[in-house]
């Protein structure tokens, strides 16, 4: 009875009574959830979202080829770029079309030469080593306080 009390006074009726009805919603889920037809479609499903994620995220199959170990000898530049074209041609989600979660960064037709010549000259770069690299924590501390 206190606890009753003192759950009507910290949530107020309206409160309290949407609670007792989440409570009831979660407990009929549970019960519904515990049906063996119910559970098995579930467990189906889940198991065929995980699936489908695994397969964009890690793609498998014919004509992929996985690299799991460093190569004996180095790669020369011809086998680097023909890797890089596959790489390039998998099959993926289109950004292009605006329907992902995430950031794509694109913009200016200048946008991938910045890139590349930021990456050209920092590309070896460690923001651990300030002392070492002091145009790099230069830039880390200016993006930091601009966001």
Not at 52 to 75: N, S
Not at 85 to 105: F, H, I, P, Q
């Amino acid at each position: 009875m206190r606890g009753s009390f003192y759950l009507m006074r910290g949530y107020g009726p309206i409160g309290t009574v949407l609670l007792a009805y989440t409570w009831l919603r979660q407990a009929a889920y549970r019960l519904l959830m515990r049906l063996p037809g119910i559970r098995s479609k579930v467990d189906k499903e889940v198991a065929a979202a995980i699936t489908d994620i695994e397969a964009k995220l890690a793609p498998q199959g014919p004509g992929v080829t996985r690299y799991l170990t460093l190569p004996k000898e180095p790669w020369t530049s011809e086998q680097l770029n023909a890797e890089l074209g596959e790489l390039a041609r998998m099959k993926r989600t289109r950004w292009e079309d605006g329907k992902v979660s995430g950031a794509v960064y694109h913009g200016e037709e200048g946008l991938l030469a910045i890139q590349a010549k930021a990456m050209e000259v920092f590309g070896v770069a460690n923001p651990i080593h300030p002392d070492i690299f002091p145009g790099v924590r230069k830039m880390e501390a200016e993006i930091v306080a601009m966001v």
